[in-house]
């Protein structure tokens, strides 16, 4: 009775208060004073491949067929990679960043010590590596649009659209970092569920090339729903079937946001 009471008050609905809004803006705060270096951390990469791949292999590649339609290659892999890089934005923040807040400066601790929750905290967290991953796919999607890759109208629907990529994607590591116990342990998290994720998505090519089994499994990762959501607005139309693929987003947020929040519970208890 005892051990499912325990069960039940870690998986107890979360308790959010408006105080974690102190929190963010400490975060906020200090972010501010290394906000240059990071941003071009987030954003160097992502550029780097978007040019390398989309100018290089496009000149090869010219354009790819999707759903009947001719798309240059520069394009695609414009509307893919900025879903990507908001992925990747939001799952660093969430996991070494909040770490390091967490568990190596004991920031998590210190500020528990005034009445705020530890439901406020994590809810802080992963509010604020969504707002980074926002902030980055912001500028990038203005370097995007400098080059003229797009000049779609539409691209401002974008904008929430991926704010909900980091909010998902932070949810979820957000359950790795209560799990971790060193920098080592995100590892896993990168080779074995974003690095396949990147590749069965539909970010580099089309996922009707993808073999039967792992097309299905591609229709369940929630990098695949953004794909679907953000790539039909540069190419200035409305996504078919955006209903599934947001609600999906929405899924894996609250339930990965949920579990996280169950975890650490547990990690501060034990």
């Given at each position: 009775m005892?051990?499912?009471?325990?069960?039940?008050r870690l998986?107890?609905?979360?308790?959010?208060s408006?105080?974690?809004?102190p929190?963010f803006?400490r975060n906020?705060?200090?972010?501010?004073?290394?906000a240059?270096?990071?941003?071009v951390g987030?954003?160097?990469?992502?550029?780097?491949?978007?040019?390398a791949f989309?100018y290089g292999?496009?000149?090869?590649v010219?354009?790819v067929?999707?759903n009947?339609?001719?798309?240059p290659?520069?394009?695609?892999l414009?509307?893919?990679?900025?879903?990507?890089s908001?992925?990747?934005?939001?799952s660093f923040?969430?996991?070494y960043?909040a770490?390091?807040?967490?568990?190596v400066?004991?920031t998590?601790?210190g500020?528990?010590n005034?009445?705020?929750r530890?439901?406020?905290?994590?809810f802080?967290?992963?509010l604020w590596a969504?707002?980074k991953?926002l902030?980055?796919?912001l500028?990038?999607?203005?370097?995007?649009l400098?080059?003229?890759?797009s000049?779609?109208p539409?691209l401002?629907?974008?904008?929430?659209l991926l704010g909900l990529?980091g909010?998902?994607?932070?949810?979820i590591?957000?359950?790795?970092?209560a799990?971790?116990?060193?920098?080592?342990?995100?590892?896993?998290y990168?080779?074995?569920f974003?690095t396949?994720t990147?590749f069965?998505s539909g970010v580099?090519f089309?996922?009707?090339?993808?073999?039967?089994?792992?097309?299905?499994v591609?229709?369940w990762?929630p990098?695949?729903?953004?794909?679907?959501?953000i790539r039909?607005?540069?190419m200035?139309?409305?996504?078919?079937n955006w209903?599934p693929?947001?609600a999906l987003l929405?899924?894996?947020a609250?339930?990965?946001f949920?579990l996280?929040l169950a975890l650490t519970?547990?990690r501060?208890?034990?």
């Amino acid at each position: 009775m005892s051990n499912t009471h325990n069960r039940q008050r870690l998986f107890a609905p979360p308790r959010i208060s408006l105080r974690w809004w102190p929190v963010f803006r400490r975060n906020f705060l200090v972010w501010q004073k290394l906000a240059i270096p990071s941003l071009v951390g987030n954003i160097a990469e992502p550029l780097i491949t978007l040019v390398a791949f989309g100018y290089g292999l496009g000149a090869l590649v010219g354009q790819v067929q999707l759903n009947g339609t001719a798309v240059p290659y520069i394009l695609f892999l414009a509307s893919g990679s900025i879903c990507m890089s908001a992925m990747q934005a939001a799952s660093f923040e969430a996991l070494y960043s909040a770490f390091s807040r967490m568990h190596v400066q004991r920031t998590w601790d210190g500020i528990m010590n005034a009445p705020v929750r530890l439901d406020d905290v994590v809810f802080a967290e992963m509010l604020w590596a969504a707002f980074k991953s926002l902030f980055t796919t912001l500028v990038i999607l203005l370097v995007m649009l400098a080059l003229g890759i797009s000049h779609s109208p539409l691209l401002l629907v974008a904008l929430p659209l991926l704010g909900l990529v980091g909010i998902t994607f932070a949810s979820i590591a957000l359950i790795f970092n209560a799990l971790a116990k060193g920098y080592d342990f995100f590892t896993y998290y990168f080779t074995l569920f974003l690095t396949p994720t990147m590749f069965l998505s539909g970010v580099f090519f089309p996922r009707d090339q993808l073999p039967g089994v792992m097309r299905t499994v591609s229709d369940w990762l929630p990098l695949t729903a953004a794909v679907e959501l953000i790539r039909p607005l540069f190419m200035g139309q409305w996504p078919t079937n955006w209903l599934p693929h947001a609600a999906l987003l929405v899924f894996y947020a609250v339930a990965g946001f949920w579990l996280a929040l169950a975890l650490t519970r547990k990690r501060f208890r034990s």
